[in-house]
């Protein structure tokens, strides 16, 4: 992860962690993907509330977040244990039936982003569902705030997934969102299944 952006987060982390709004509509149905109590990896889980929705269904949730000031604060939010754990340091071998990464790995570069995707390949179990999040555009960019960005395309995306592993796409659906910086974005959501 861009070590400028790491630091945003790490210096901000409790006024993002209050700013953090309600969690995805689109988690219930990717937990309606997931056999009852399954086995689910949050990469950058922020302020922890899409965890915490995850731990309220009775799933059993390994809470990660790239910033150590940020995973201390949504772990007693959440009062369960969050893991200060970059991407690039996940080492599991087909442990999650689920792993959620929403608004997160928009911050990996783009040359970094196949070899992430491949962790999380390995990381799921066969017939394991991964949601991601990604801002769309061409390039890479900084916002207002100095975090790095890499925007990307559907195309783009299809091809660097093909390149971490074979997966099916169960969904590819674009929202717009407004960004902590109070500028919209227009986000790629995809949810995919290990093949």
Not at 36 to 44: K, T
Not at 78 to 93: K, S, T
């Amino acid at each position: 992860m861009d070590d400028a952006t790491l630091q945003f987060y790490r210096s901000n982390a409790q006024s993002y962690a209050d700013w953090a709004k309600a969690p995805s509509t689109r988690l219930r149905g990717f937990l309606a993907l997931l056999p009852p109590g399954g086995a689910i990896l949050e990469l950058g889980c922020g302020a922890g509330n899409h965890s915490a929705v995850m731990l309220a269904e009775g799933f059993s949730v390994r809470a990660t977040d790239g910033s150590p000031e940020m995973a201390e604060i949504a772990s007693q939010r959440l009062g369960h244990p969050v893991e200060a754990m970059r991407f690039d340091q996940l080492e599991a071998h087909e442990a999650y039936d689920g792993v959620w990464a929403s608004a997160c790995l928009l911050h990996v570069p783009r040359g970094e982003l196949a070899g992430i995707l491949a962790r999380i390949h390995l990381a799921l179990k066969p017939s394991g569902v991964f949601y991601a999040s990604y801002k769309m555009g061409e390039s890479d960019g900084r916002d207002s705030l100095g975090r790095y960005y890499s925007y990307v395309s559907p195309e783009w995306l299809d091809a660097t997934y093909a390149n971490a592993g074979p997966w099916i796409t169960l969904s590819s659906e674009i929202s717009v969102i407004q960004s902590f910086d109070q500028t919209p974005a227009n986000m790629l959501n995809l949810v995919v299944r290990k093949a």
